[in-house]
Nanobody
Framework: QVQLVESGGGLVQTGGSLRLSCAAS????????MGWFRQTPGKEREFVAS????????YYTDSVKGRFTISRDSAQDTVYLQMNNLKPEDTAVYYC?????????WGQGTQVTVSS
């Protein structure tokens, strides 16, 4: 069973920080580009950030540049998303997956709620 489990979400005030984790089981994802995505009810899932298999090249959607940092720990087969200076518009369910994503690997996501 291949599974990606997101965790670390929660309720935070505007300007606060959260660190999301994405843990893989069933297989390794160390050789893949990994990404974080988010979805708000009524909107399509959108790309947030990605990191290459070496953990050295990263990409971010414009709205999170300078605030979010994606990283990975190959030994733990875990991907992280450090989110700083959170804004209400960051409120969403956050998911991790390969990038480009594989439909079978979507997890349950972790809810991030940023209050004004």
């Amino acid at each position: 069973q291949v599974q990606l489990v997101e965790s670390g979400g929660g309720l935070v005030q505007t300007g606060g920080s959260l660190r999301l984790s994405c843990a893989a089981s069933g297989r390794t994802f160390s050789g893949y580009v990994m990404g974080w995505f988010r979805q708000t009810p009524g909107k399509e899932r959108e790309f947030v950030a990605s990191i290459d298999w070496t953990g050295t090249r990263t990409y971010y959607t414009d709205s999170v540049k300078g605030r979010f940092t994606i990283s990975r720990d190959s030994a733990q087969d875990t991907v992280y998303l450090q989110m700083n200076n959170l804004k209400p518009e960051d409120t969403a369910v956050y998911y991790c997956n390969r990038h480009p994503p594989h439909n079978n690997y979507w997890g349950q996501g972790t809810q991030v709620t940023v209050s004004s």
